[in-house]
């Protein structure tokens, strides 16, 4: 997860979450809709502490492991930078993974996505309902903790679906371009759907932003 970038005279860490020398907090974003929006899909009482709660503690906590992988940077103690990777990991991939997932539902959302996205599920996986069901077989099959994500494959120029164990980034240890995000952690839907992951995952389907899912999709294709 480290790079060197060399100069003439000298040969500096290169930081995994880019340039901490002049860093910025991460903040956690606003959702585009309210807590209760998503009812009687997905209740307030989850939305509001998954949100408020669980996304906050990995925007907080990754600053806080910012702030010590900065301060190991300027010692050039590579072993403490080294034993920061995996809180980067799981508290950056929480974030990265939470502000995907807020904008991929929607109030307005569930149905079927419409032109070149639709094309290219057809392509990929031979029908929606056929894509539907193995992305839903994927993630109702995550152990433990972890997502189900449907990507793109960049360098094949198709779509593809993969699983993701804990908070991991899609795109960050599979190279593929995430596009939907289905969170299947309890904290997703235990207060609603108790352990059956199942009735979460045919919920969730009624509120999927397919607009966001295709403009991810259209700018990935640049």
């Known amino acids: 997860l480290l790079c060197f970038f060399s100069s003439r005279n000298s040969a500096k860490l290169v930081a995994p979450l880019g340039c901490l020398v002049s860093r910025q907090k991460h ?7 309210d807590y209760a929006a998503l ?26 492991t910012e702030e010590k992988y900065q301060e190991a940077l300027a010692k050039g103690d590579v072993t403490t930078q080294v034993s920061l990777q995996p809180a980067l990991k799981f ?10 997932f807020w904008t991929n539902l929607s109030p307005n959302g569930g149905g079927e996505p419409k032109g070149e996205l639709m094309e290219a599920i ?8 056929k894509f539907k069901e193995k992305l839903t077989a994927v993630s109702v099959g995550v152990q433990g903790s972890g997502w ?14 993969a699983a993701c164990a ?9 190279g ?9 952690w309890e904290h997703a839907y235990y207060l609603q759907y108790k352990n059956v992951r199942p009735d979460y995952l045919k919920a969730i389907w009624n509120v999927i932003n397919w607009e966001n899912v295709s403009s ?7």
């Open 216 to 222: 991810r999709y259209a700018t990935c294709k640049k």
């Open 91 to 100: 508290n950056g991939g929480g974030h990265i993974n939470h502000s995907i």
């Open 176 to 184: 593929l371009i995430p596009l939907l995000g289905i969170d299947v």
């Open 39 to 64: 009812e009687p899909h997905i209740n307030a009482e989850i939305m509001q502490l998954h949100h408020s709660k669980h996304h906050a503690t990995y925007v907080n906590n990754l600053n806080v």
């Open 166 to 174: 804990n908070q991991d980034p899609l795109q960050g240890t599979t």
């Open 148 to 161: 189900g994500w449907l990507g793109y494959n960049k360098e094949q120029g198709r779509l593809q679906i």
């Open 27 to 33: 903040t956690l974003p606003d959702l585009p809709y």
């Open 122 to 129: 057809k392509r990929d996986f031979g029908s929606f309902a």
